[in-house]
């Protein structure tokens, strides 16, 4: 390798280092944000006042660096704030965590069909996807289903939380239920076992998991973690295993929720 040629992959190196780590320009919240927080959000609710501020300020780091725009349906301030709180809320753990791999989210005034952007499966109802190929960095939503799952309804089920964990676990490559950028090395058997166990309890009717789940390993992945912050006392209760291999991914407890 010639003195040049290292010279140009050092200044590549730290010209893509300083990208990453450029400051980002906080949004303006609406002034009534926090009402919108307190009235939709139950881990914001949960949190005590300091871990309150630092969900805000999340959201305004989130919301200076992505873009959330409407097709064929408006965009309403509490629309924002919900997009942003599904993608703080897995993250909430990791101070410095930025998605890197999100560029824009688009809100749909319905459920939408794949065909239109991956695959040929004609009659697929989609409620929210990560983008892939042509669509890379772009997440999908569908504005109902974001609402409703902020709604506070016992196993509503939340699509944007469900749509960024998969982004988390796309993080290292591939969407497989295996979070290798966040889950410690020692725990990656453990996780494994556990997901197994617990898709055939599902396919066995032995579990209150989302059937969903049981699709595959990505799946189950996104559906328990909904489950982990939308209910986390009672995923607690009912499933403690897979509970306390959750908070080592993601870094954080939410049926115990401290600033932290």
Do not use: C
């Amino acid at each position: 390798m010639t003195p040049i040629f290292v010279l140009i992959i050092i200044a590549l190196v730290v010209v893509v280092f300083a990208w990453y780590k450029r400051p980002i320009k906080k949004a303006d919240l609406p002034a009534n944000y926090k009402n919108i927080l307190s009235e939709h959000v139950a881990f914001y609710r949960a949190l005590d006042d300091k871990g309150k501020i630092r969900f805000e300020e999340k959201i305004k780091e989130f919301l200076g660096y992505i873009r959330i725009t409407g097709v064929n349906t408006n965009v309403e301030d509490v629309d924002k704030l919900l997009v942003a709180s599904s993608g703080v809320i897995p993250i909430f753990g990791f101070p410095e965590w930025r998605y890197y791999n999100l560029r824009e989210v688009l809100l749909y005034p319905g459920p939408f069909n794949e065909i239109s952007f991956l695959s040929g499966d004609t009659d697929r109802h989609v409620l929210g996807m990560v983008g892939d190929g042509a669509m890379q960095r772009i997440m999908i939503l569908s504005k109902p289903a974001l609402r409703n799952g902020f709604a506070n309804v016992p196993g509503q089920g939340n699509t944007g939380i469900h749509e960024f964990v998969h982004l988390l676990d796309k993080e290292d490559g591939a969407v497989d239920g295996l979070p290798e950028a966040l889950l410690k090395r020692q725990f990656t058997i453990p996780w494994l076992q556990l997901i197994a166990k617990n898709i055939s309890a599902i396919k066995a009717g032995n579990s209150d998991i989302n059937i969903y789940g049981s699709k595959n390993e990505a799946e189950f992945f996104a559906v328990a973690s909904e489950y982990f912050f939308e209910e986390p006392e009672k995923f607690k209760q009912i499933h403690p295993e897979l509970y306390n291999l959750m908070t080592e991914i993601f870094q954080q407890s939410p049926a115990h929720q401290n600033t932290q």
